[in-house]
């Protein structure tokens, strides 16, 4: 029985035969394969030993076709990663940034050369290496080779010849002699130890042991994503999140470096900004015609509040309640100033402007279904920010504003609103509250009725672009919602003169707009253009 | 059996009708091995070994705490300003990629232009390169300011993003260029050095290191069906190393070459930046191995006509530099364009001629010696002329990045650039790491490619006679 079990346990490789030098290795390797017949056999050299590959009969490897396949690839590779990431942006996952910079074409291949080179290079020196390691079988760290003291000068001065047991021509006898015959120095048995094949088990209890290990982070991430936590987030690297700087109408710093330092305001009224002086005048704003400036009637007494900016992070003095009570509001302009004149021009400028900043949140229609409306108030529904819904244009509140409210509240914005005072000069700003009112007459189907002044301000704005109307409806129309049947129906007629007399007078108002505040020249150039134009429309 | 010529040979000289001995000293395969396997086998290496490795490990020290010191403040620790945006790191950076060169080098492209002289020390070398591109790759690395968010310069493929990086920019370029060039590097000289780590395997008595050295020798035992692969896969790496060597300093150059600035946008570049780097690396290479043989007393692997041959190419390479400084004084006067004139009359005569002078005498001048046969024979000569070298290719980039930088196209924004003691502290540092990853390398693995050396020692042919078939068998051989 235990013979039995020992012979299991160890299993004949083959005969390894000792040389002291390369040319008798290969004497006798030519010897194995010509006189003996041998095939499987291999020679163990501790340099590559040039001639053996024929000596021993070793067909070429296959290796160069593999790092050209994988060399080719990655040339392909290189160009997609470059092309996807760089100038196409259509996937809805992980999508490219097309992204235009300085000017020049998103796919130049010229530019892509030198990336897809280096990709070329790594991906086929792994092919390479790493071919050579699989086809090779390595690493092989359990051979019975290392078991043979001999053998270990293999790596060092000594050249050993194998002549393996699966071999036909094997016969252990028989082979010894015949390795004795070709010169070998020793001859040995090449045993296999069959007993400790099994993995260890100490070695597979630690691998295991680290592999549940290296699953807990994944794990606790993800379980982790699919909770609900009242806490912060963590937040490992502050970046630029926290910056020494005052922010614009911030409480200044209770701490300056780490030290604690005495509530100290850089202005008075707790604020790390100068506020505007009461009486002064910035450098943009036009003096002279308070009226196109402010939107406010010359005679007016009381003062417009909304003009003067108040902190976001504090109270206005006079606390909450000041706040709240309805401010008497100033006499606002119910017609335009006398520099403006409404006519097609003004309109056509009017939407453009509007399309421009005005339409990301109250919409292309004015009906408050701007794209930034649409998200804030998705993200709002579901909790993630809070927005306060975009007013619309033609909520009636709205509709019945003198035309200086509106001018004002472009220029200081409302609410939520920001300020376009600084965007937006102040001809174009009653550009668009012409506009505004066009957008208005057209979705009023049943004028409501309105008192004298602001009667008055409308059916101005009304019958001015009345003549116009058509040409802010087309713009317009093509984008409406089934909703707006009616200002559409009504722009329908005096569609197909629209093209030719649109870009002529968007150029026009653009040239016009560099020197808008001449408004003498304005003028004149206005009433040529409207003439043209009427011209044109005629024709 | 395979033994090399006398002791003390002097192989330095040049006999048509006999091949210099590229091992001296009568070595023998087993003499390679013991020679080289014995710096790790020694029980304790020289005391100047501990004393080297004690200064370069706190120097090293030194420079993590700066590292931190910049990660805790920001880039404002160092000298660079507005216009001189570029400071030393990038100074430091190319310079340390050129350095990087030569090991590449000698053991690719000497290696398909089958120069048998390069196996004594292309393991050393590429060593070098990989320590040098460590150093290199640290500088931009720190230079990016953020540096927890590297990652955003590879195209990985993120929610919170959504961007990719700029596949046209230069910039780009280079981490595909600097980062790949480490990785094969790094692939080669692992590959190249796997026989002799089973050397050390089979050699070594302690269990630790048995285990070490046996894991990573993956278990090589030398079958001829492996090297047969082996050699494939290691001129296949040659032949991918050779382009990409040349390509790296080229990308490089881009870098400088691809913008606007005066001195910068010249087409002569990737030549002059590769011919640089080739010349700053072997003088790198010397100056780190005339000690180390010294040390370790390997003068009969790396014999002086080793070194001699890379100060002829040294010279060479000097030269090339010296003839791109004069062609970029000539493109700059020929195109006519005075920003570029301008350039290059502050480069000489302007606020940093002493930089620009000390680069020339380095570069060009020093160099020269090594016309006369003494000066290149001479180990110690060597190593204070490669020194020089070195101090003039530091000075190239120093020049390049900063003369052009500082005197930009409107004189209101000319500023002078002022190192600060971080500055200073971190290229020192990058020295020290360099030194200690060195030292460590000469003491715990093959310096030299055993098994390469053993395969172009000449060996007789014993009593075999003179088979035809061994002519192939042979071709190892200077031949």
């Known amino acids: 029985m235990t013979q039995s079990n020992t012979e299991k346990e160890t299993r004949l490789v083959g005969l390894l035969a000792q040389f002291d030098d390369p040319d008798s290795l290969m004497q006798a390797c030519e010897s194995a394969r010509v006189d003996g017949g041998y095939t499987r056999m291999d020679a163990f050299t501790p340099f590559p030993v040039h001639g053996i590959d024929q000596a021993i009969g070793i067909k070429r ?23 996807y990431t760089n100038a196409a942006s259509f996937s809805p996952i992980f999508p490219g940034y097309d992204f235009r910079i300085s000017g020049k074409p998103t796919w130049s291949l010229p530019a892509n050369v030198p990336v897809i080179f280096e990709i ?125 700087k005052y922010e614009a109408q911030e409480i200044g710093p209770t701490t300056l470096e780490g030290r604690k330092v005495e509530t100290e305001y850089l202005f008075p009224g707790q604020s790390a900004a100068q506020k505007q002086l009461i009486g002064t005048v910035s450098r943009d704003e036009i003096v002279g015609d308070s009226e196109l400036t402010t939107g406010i009637a010359k005679d007016n007494t009381v003062p417009n509040l909304n003009a003067i900016p108040t902190s976001r992070y504090q109270e206005p003095p006079g606390g909450e309640q000041k706040k709240q009570e309805n401010p008497p509001e100033p006499k606002w302009l119910t ?122 301000g409308k059916t101005d704005g009304g019958k001015k672009a009345d003549g116009k109307k058509a040409d802010g409806g087309k713009k317009v129309e093509p984008k409406v919602t089934a909703g707006k049947g009616d200002a559409a129906k009504k722009s329908d007629p005096n569609k197909k003169s629209d093209p030719n007399k649109k870009s002529d007078s968007d150029k026009k108002e653009d040239k016009k707009s560099d020197d808008a505040s001449k408004t003498e020249n304005g003028k004149k150039e206005d009433s040529a253009d409207s003439k043209k134009e009427n011209k044109s429309d005629d024709g | 059996m395979a033994t090399t010529a006398d002791q003390f040979v002097d192989n330095t000289s040049d006999d048509p009708g006999r091949r210099a001995p590229l091992v001296t000293g009568g070595l023998d395969y087993t003499g390679v091995t013991e020679k080289v396997a ?63 060169h030569a090991g590449t080098l000698i053991s690719a492209i000497l290696f398909l232009f089958r120069q048998n002289w390069r196996t004594s020390i292309n393991r050393a070398a590429e060593a070098m390169t990989i320590f040098a591109v460590v150093c290199a790759g640290m500088f931009p690395g720190i230079h990016i300011g953020r540096v927890w968010v590297f990652y955003w310069l590879f195209p990985i493929p993120t929610e919170h993003l959504a961007m990719w990086p700029n ?103 990737p030549p002059y930046f590769v011919a640089g780097a080739i010349f700053s690396g072997f003088a790198m290479v010397i100056t780190l191995m005339v000690p180390a043989r010294k040390l370790f007393k390997l003068e009969n692997l790396i014999t002086k006509r080793h070194l001699e041959n890379m100060c002829k190419i040294i010279v060479a390479t000097g030269m090339m530099v010296g003839t791109a400084y004069g062609i970029e004084f000539f493109i700059a006067w020929y195109s006519g364009n005075p920003y570029e004139g301008f350039a290059f009359i502050n480069r000489v005569f302007g606020n940093y001629a002493w930089a620009y002078w000390i680069m020339v005498s380095c570069n060009v001048i020093v160099p020269q010696l090594f016309w006369i046969k003494w000066c290149r024979t001479t180990p110690w000569f060597m190593v204070v002329v490669c020194i020089f070298v070195n101090i003039g290719m530091w000075f190239e ?49 093959p310096v030299v490619a055993m098994a390469e050396v053993k395969s172009v020692m000449p060996h007789e042919h014993g009593d075999h006679g003179d088979h035809d078939d061994h002519e192939e068998k042979t071709a190892a051989d200077p031949a």
Request: proline share 5%; glycine share 8%.
């Open chain 2, 167 to 269: 596949f046209r920019s230069p910039l780009l370029w280079d981490v595909f260029a600097v980062s790949t060039y480490a990785t094969v590097s790094l692939v080669f000289w692992y590959m190249g050095m796997i026989p002799d780590l089973a050397t050390f395997r089979d050699r070594s008595r302690s269990k630790i290191k048995k285990f070490i050295y046996g894991l990573f020798s993956l278990g090589w035992t030398g079958s001829c069906r492996h090297w047969h692969r082996y050699e494939a896969a290691y001129m296949i790496l040659a032949a991918l190393a050779t382009p990409l060597v040349l390509s790296v300093h080229t990308i490089v150059s881009f870098d400088f070459a691809v913008s606007q600035v005066p001195g910068w946008h010249t087409t002569i570049f």
């Open chain 1, 120 to 244: 070329i290079v790594l991906s086929s020196a792994f092919a390479a290496f790493f071919g050579m390691l699989i086809l090779n079988k390595l690493p092989r760290l359990a051979n019975p080779l290392h078991r043979i003291s001999r053998f270990k000068r293999v790596t060092n001065d000594r050249f050993f010849l194998m002549i393996e047991e699966r071999d036909d021509n094997f016969d252990l006898e028989q082979t010894r002699a015949q390795l004795n015959d070709w010169g070998a120095v020793e001859v040995e048995e090449v045993n296999e130890d069959m007993t400790d094949r099994k993995f260890p088990a100490v070695i597979k209890t630690a691998l295991i042991l680290l592999l549940v290990v290296l699953m807990l982070p994944p794990v606790l991430i993800y379980r982790a994503r699919g909770m609900v936590s009242r806490s912060p987030r963590l937040h490992v690297v502050p970046d630029m999140d926290w910056q020494l």
């Open chain 1, 61 to 83: 490897t296959i290796l160069p076709f593999i790092v050209l396949f994988v060399g080719l690839n990655a040339c392909l590779g290189g160009i997609v990663l470059q092309w």
């Open chain 2, 397 to 445: 980039r120093f020049v390049i990045t900063i003369t052009s930088l500082s005197r930009d196209f409107v004189p209101s924004s000319w500023a002078y650039f002022r190192p600060t003691l971080v500055d200073i502290g971190m290229l020192i540092g990058s020295f020290g790491l360099f030194t200690t990853l060195f030292l460590l390398f000469l003491r715990y693995l």
């Open chain 1, 335 to 456: 017609k335009f100033p006398e520099s403006i004149t409404v006519n097609d021009q003004l309109l056509a400028r009017g939407r453009e402007r509007f399309n421009i900043y005005c339409s990301v949140c109250h919409g292309i229609s004015g009906e408050g279904d701007g794209f930034v409306n649409k998200r804030a108030m998705e993200l709002a529904l579901t909790g993630k920010s809070e927005w306060t819904e975009v007013k619309n244009l033609h909520d009636p509140t709205i509709v019945v504003q003198p035309v200086g409210k509106i001018f004002d509240t472009i220029t200081h914005g409302r609410a939520t609103m920001g300020p376009y005072r600084d965007q937006i000069d102040v001809n174009d700003r009653w550009a668009i509250v012409a506009y505004v009112k066009a957008l208005q007459e057209l979705k009023l189907t049943p004028k409501p009725k309105e008192d004298a002044n602001s009667g008055d």
């Open chain 2, 38 to 100: 014995g710096i790790m086998e020694a029980e304790k290496p020289p005391k100047i070994w501990y004393v080297l490795f004690g200064i370069s490990s706190l120097i090293t020290l030194m420079l993590g705490g700066l590292i931190l010191h910049l990660l805790m403040k920001g880039t404002g620790v160092w000298g660079n300003n507005n216009p001189v945006y570029w400071g030393w790191p990038i100074v430091n950076f190319v310079f340390w990629v050129g350095i990087g």
